[in-house]
């Protein structure tokens, strides 16, 4: 996930600030992911009014709640275990 420089913007502002004003000042600002790319704005706007004490937990918040695009193979786990009938590699032993 790459801020596109919004980060730099909003680590420059005073805190604490609300989502409201994050949103207001920085909202139309895009966010790339690794499938497409997301508004700042609409990332924000998931979590409702918040207030946010510095740019630590706005990054956090960014982080958190970006769409799925954010995530390579969606539903894909390489811990789930084999599925009836498939076996998986033979064991090793060292």
Do not use: K, W
Not at 3 to 16: K, M, S, V
Not at 59 to 68: E, G, I, K, N, P
Request: aromatic share 12%.
């Amino acid at each position: 996930m790459r801020l596109n420089r919004t980060a730099d913007a909003f680590d420059g502002h005073e805190y604490p600030m609300t989502s409201e004003e994050l949103i207001e000042a920085y909202g139309d600002r895009v966010i790339e992911l690794q499938n497409g790319e997301e508004r700042f704005g609409a990332v924000l706007e998931r979590l409702g009014s918040q207030t946010y004490e510095n740019p630590e937990d706005v990054r956090d918040a960014l982080f958190t709640c970006v769409s799925h695009r954010a995530i390579g193979r969606r539903f894909y786990s390489d811990r789930d275990p084999f599925s009836f009938g498939e076996y998986g590699p033979e064991p090793l032993s060292f």
